[in-house]
């Protein structure tokens, strides 16, 4: 079997997801991170930490530095339809 790499830039997430743990605070997440608790002792899925500037999604979620922006629109393959040619 092939295990799926789950990758997440939130070490707080991956640390509950790793924690057998059951805390208070988090009676929102409880079904998701058993589920995913599960898949981990299984063997099924990874967990590995993917660096805020290499996580594409994070410039349709968050505010980053122009630099990480042009570079994410690049890998994106995304192109300004206005710029003049």
Do not use: W
């Amino acid at each position: 079997m092939k295990v799926m790499d789950l990758h997440c830039n939130n070490k707080a997430a991956i640390m509950i997801a790793h924690n057998p743990i059951q805390h208070d605070r988090m009676k929102h997440v409880e079904v998701d991170r058993f589920f995913i608790q599960e898949n981990i002792d299984k063997g099924c899925i990874s967990f590995p930490f993917v660096k805020s500037e290499d996580q594409l999604a994070d410039i349709l979620t968050k505010g980053v530095c122009g630099r990480i922006f042009n570079d994410m629109i690049d890998k994106l393959g995304m192109i300004d339809i206005y710029a003049s040619s």
